[in-house]
Antibody, heavy 123, light 107 residues
Framework: EVQLLESGGGLVQPGGSLRLSCAASGFTFSSYDMGWVRQTPGKGLEWVSAISFNGVSPYYADSVRGRFTISRDTSKNTLYLQMNSLRDEDTAVYYC????????????????WGKGTTVTVSS | AIQLTQSPSSLSASVGDRVTITCRASQGINSALAWYQQNPGKSPKLLIYDASSLASGVPSRFSGSGSGTDFTLTISSLQPEDFATYYCQQFYTYALTFGGGTKVEIK
């Protein structure tokens, strides 16, 4: 069964740091781009970051660029999100997602999602 | 960044109704659009990709259409398990964005 399991969320003070992890199983992790999406309480979805299958190309939303770093460890089948200089507005549920494409267009979509981990930034 | 505007933001419908949700992109995105369903307290679930392709395991009462800037998600006959929030997402560029969501409620 294809699964993504996030961990590492918690309560952190403004300006603090946190590292999220996403353990992947049931598919060839090294073959797929991966991403993070967050959802603030009672609100919609916001894409945060993504990384290419080989880890060479990271992508970030403007709201987190320079503060967050995405990475992956193929030997551990794990995706990470290092979050620094956290702000109140970073409070959200963070989802890990697997990106796929299909012929003929090869546009990306998120076909597998984890259950999410909650990050609360508060003093 | 490309903006996606969903309408309506919420709707009330009955079991068996035909429901249509629209998503408009601020610029052309070809067919780089996906639709997701989210139930309360759950993670999003992929319904449609490439604007009109049905994801694996998704009932055939769901369908998507459109290209360019205007897209539609249709539920042909609403079932009790379909009462949820629906989001469109564009992946034309890597500054990918989601629509604001449409909450489908029971009338």
């Amino acid at each position: 069964e294809v699964q993504l399991l996030e961990s590492g969320g918690g309560l952190v003070q403004p300006g603090g740091s946190l590292r999220l992890s996403c353990a992947a199983s049931g598919f060839t992790f090294s073959s797929y781009d991966m991403g993070w999406v967050r959802q603030t309480p009672g609100k919609g979805l916001e894409w945060v970051s993504a990384i290419s299958f080989n880890g060479v190309s990271p992508y970030y939303a403007d709201s987190v660029r320079g503060r967050f770093t995405i990475s992956r460890d193929t030997s551990k089948n794990t995706l990470y999100l290092q979050m620094n200089s956290l702000r109140d507005e970073d409070t959200a549920v963070y989802y890990c997602a697997k990106l796929s494409t299909s012929s003929p267009y090869y546009y990306y979509y998120m076909d597998v999602w984890g259950k999410g981990t909650t990050v609360t930034v508060s003093s | 960044a490309i903006q996606l505007t969903q309408s309506p933001s919420s709707l009330s419908a009955s079991v068996g109704d035909r429901v249509t949700i629209t998503c408009r992109a601020s610029q052309g995105i070809n067919s780089a659009l996906a639709w997701y369903q989210q139930n309360p307290g759950k993670s999003p679930k992929l319904l449609i990709y490439d604007a009109s392709s049905l994801a694996s395991g998704v009932p055939s009462r769901f369908s998507g259409s459109g290209s360019g800037t205007d897209f539609t998600l249709t539920i042909s006959s609403l079932q009790p398990e379909d009462f949820a929030t629906y989001y469109c997402q564009q992946f034309y560029t890597y500054a990918l964005t989601f629509g604001g969501g449409t909450k489908v409620e029971i009338k």
